[in-house]
């Protein structure tokens, strides 16, 4: 760790804070990056540094870091009605207000909303859901919950479950209930010869054999990100969803699309599911929902398990789960105003407008020595590194190629995300073509650079 004196930021965040998700020995080598504030695309520090964050904060900061119209949403509705839980039958207006308008940006006309803090939150409430209303309807064992290795949707203890990383491990997790079908990555895991179509159709047999095995009556659900985001942006192979959908729905076992990423534009269409052409029974949002300015997740039921959940409640009284600020009416203002942003004031017509420049730039990379696969959609993309081209061979875990990547980024003023070997970006929707050249010039050269230094 470089020596930061007694009193500096560094020092103080090193005496007191725990740190999640961050790699302790570049953490170690560099110490901890403390900002103050942001300015459209660009995050400062305490010493005045400034990066573009290529990465929307965590996915979600879309409207850059200072909206000056979310902000103001947040005051008014400060100056209002501060704070209110959704218990009781009690509830602000605001929440209303967003029911109703997610209801209209949704694919379920005649769906309904539970709200919560978080994207977390919000999948283990999908899964109380199912497991409530499958409970109450007299079929206890329908609980089991299916999810894809690599995928990610969060980190409670059953969303931790459904997460498909090696690192839950260290948690003693999966629970038993959890199972897990493949990560459809074709670039990967197809095989030697073996076209699209095929790999899907294996990826459909794999997911049938596993429901018929566990038995589809043991089986609630089954949650998917139209695009795996911190799984590596992991697009679908052409037809993965129509070929899985139909083996779902012959089960009887709800497809829950995972939106917290894909949701409000990221992939080019306001949801992840219509890019991808399929219907889900629920989806899940968070991050874009409030663009950032505000904790928020929110379950959207399609109209099937809306009327299921409806009954089940009125069974045996009530659907006993809420947090505290489920329905915030702070939340439900910016969230309201954060869909205006972007789907009535630019911001979405903007990603659709810059998407072709981010693909071609990032898909440029991959001439580069040690990019393997430059892949993406909308205004999301990755690359792989790879130590062999031809045969695909990851580096060495010792390099921690992507870490060194990410590091050499962050010196040369880019903040992008290390994801396994591969490098992840995701700007705010407001970037504008001159930003995303100066970001990929930057990218560039940091990559040209850590490629000289490895040999
Ligand atoms: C971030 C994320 C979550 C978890 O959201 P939190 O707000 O961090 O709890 C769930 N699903 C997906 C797809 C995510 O990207």
Same mark, same amino acid.
């Given at each position: 760790?470089?020596? =930061?004196?007694?009193?500096?930021?560094?020092?103080?965040?090193?005496?007191?804070?725990?740190?999640?998700?961050?790699d302790?020995?570049?953490?170690h080598?560099?110490?901890? @990056? !403390?900002?103050?504030h942001?300015?459209?695309?660009?995050?400062?520090?305490?010493h005045?540094?400034?990066?573009?964050?290529?990465?929307?904060?965590?996915?979600?900061?879309v409207?850059?870091f200072?909206?000056?119209g979310?902000?103001?949403?947040?005051?008014?509705?400060?100056?209002?009605?501060?704070g209110?839980?959704?218990?009781?039958?009690?509830?602000?207006?605001?929440?209303v %207000?967003?029911?109703?308008?997610l209801i209209?940006?949704?694919?379920?006309?005649?769906?309904?909303?539970?709200?919560t803090s978080?994207?977390?939150?919000?999948n283990?409430?999908? !899964?109380k859901?199912?497991? =409530?209303?499958?409970?109450v309807?007299?079929?206890?064992?329908?609980?089991?919950?299916?999810?894809? %290795?690599?995928?990610?949707?969060g980190?409670? @203890?059953a969303?931790?479950?459904?997460t498909?990383?090696?690192?839950?491990?260290?948690f003693?997790?999966?629970l038993?209930?959890?199972?897990?079908?493949?990560? #459809?990555?074709y670039?990967?895991?197809?095989?030697?010869?073996?076209?699209?179509a095929?790999?899907?159709?294996?990826l459909a047999?794999?997911?049938?054999?596993?429901?018929?095995?566990?038995?589809?009556?043991?089986?609630?659900?089954? =949650?998917?990100? #139209? @695009?795996?985001?911190?799984?590596?942006?992991i697009? #679908?192979p052409?037809?993965?969803?129509?070929?899985?959908?139909p083996?779902?729905?012959?089960?009887?076992?709800?497809?829950?699309?995972?939106?917290v990423?894909c949701?409000?534009?990221?992939?080019?269409?306001?949801w992840?599911?219509?890019t991808?052409?399929?219907?889900?029974?629920?989806?899940?949002?968070?991050?874009?929902?409030?663009?950032?300015?505000?904790?928020m997740?929110?379950?959207?039921l399609?109209p099937?398990?809306a009327t299921?959940?409806t009954?089940?409640?009125?069974?045996?009284e009530? =659907?006993?789960?809420?947090?505290?600020?489920?329905?915030?009416?702070?939340?439900?203002?910016?969230?309201?105003?954060?869909?205006d942003?972007?789907?009535r004031?630019?911001?979405?017509?903007?990603?659709?407008?810059?998407a072709?420049?981010?693909?071609?730039?990032?898909?440029a990379?991959?001439?580069?020595p040690?990019?393997?696969?430059?892949?993406?959609v909308?205004?999301?993309?990755?690359?792989?590194?790879?130590?062999?081209?031809?045969t695909?061979?990851?580096? #060495?875990?010792?390099?921690?190629?992507s870490?060194?990547?990410a590091?050499?980024?962050?010196?040369?003023?880019?903040?992008?995300?290390p994801?396994?070997?591969?490098?992840?970006?995701?700007?705010?929707f407001?970037?504008?073509?001159?930003?995303?050249?100066?970001?990929?010039?930057?990218?560039?050269?940091s990559?040209r650079?850590v490629?000289?230094e490895?040999g």
């Amino acid at each position: 760790m470089p020596e =930061f004196a007694p009193n500096s930021w560094e020092a103080r965040a090193n005496a007191h804070v725990l740190y999640g998700f961050t790699d302790m020995p570049s953490l170690h080598a560099r110490g901890p @990056v !403390v900002l103050t504030h942001g300015r459209g695309i660009h995050v400062f520090d305490v010493h005045g540094r400034s990066w573009i964050d290529a990465n929307s904060g965590l996915w979600n900061m879309v409207a850059g870091f200072d909206h000056k119209g979310l902000a103001e949403a947040a005051k008014a509705q400060y100056d209002r009605f501060p704070g209110y839980h959704a218990f009781f039958g009690r509830l602000s207006d605001q929440t209303v %207000e967003l029911s109703e308008r997610l209801i209209e940006v949704s694919p379920f006309p005649d769906g309904k909303v539970f709200f919560t803090s978080s994207g977390s939150e919000a999948n283990d409430t999908m !899964v109380k859901m199912l497991w =409530f209303i499958n409970t109450v309807k007299g079929r206890p064992e329908k609980r089991k919950i299916i999810t894809r %290795e690599n995928g990610y949707h969060g980190v409670t @203890v059953a969303t931790a479950s459904m997460t498909g990383k090696p690192y839950n491990k260290w948690f003693g997790l999966p629970l038993p209930e959890f199972k897990r079908v493949s990560c #459809p990555h074709y670039w990967r895991h197809g095989e030697p010869g073996e076209s699209e179509a095929d790999y899907v159709a294996r990826l459909a047999a794999e997911l049938e054999a596993l429901i018929e095995a566990e038995g589809p009556q043991t089986i609630a659900g089954f =949650f998917a990100e #139209p @695009v795996m985001g911190a799984g590596g942006v992991i697009v #679908p192979p052409a037809g993965y969803f129509q070929a899985i959908a139909p083996v779902l729905r012959r089960h009887g076992i709800p497809l829950i699309s995972d939106e917290v990423i894909c949701g409000f534009g990221r992939t080019g269409s306001i949801w992840g599911c219509q890019t991808y052409d399929f219907m889900p029974d629920a989806i899940i949002s968070s991050k874009n929902l409030t663009a950032g300015y505000f904790p928020m997740g929110a379950v959207i039921l399609g109209p099937e398990l809306a009327t299921a959940l409806t009954e089940a409640a009125e069974e045996v009284e009530e =659907f006993v789960h809420g947090f505290t600020a489920s329905g915030h009416p702070v939340g439900c203002a910016v969230a309201l105003k954060a869909i205006d942003v972007v789907l009535r004031e630019g911001l979405f017509e903007n990603l659709r407008a810059v998407a072709p420049r981010f693909q071609g730039r990032l898909r440029a990379l991959a001439d580069l020595p040690h990019i393997g696969e430059a892949r993406g959609v909308g205004l999301m993309g990755a690359l792989e590194a790879v130590a062999d081209k031809d045969t695909k061979e990851p580096f #060495p875990a010792e390099l921690s190629i992507s870490e060194r990547i990410a590091n050499t980024c962050m010196d040369n003023g880019l903040i992008c995300r290390p994801l396994g070997q591969a490098i992840v970006l995701c700007p705010p929707f407001i970037i504008t073509e001159g930003e995303i050249d100066r970001l990929f010039d930057l990218l560039e050269k940091s990559l040209r650079q850590v490629f000289r230094e490895i040999g």
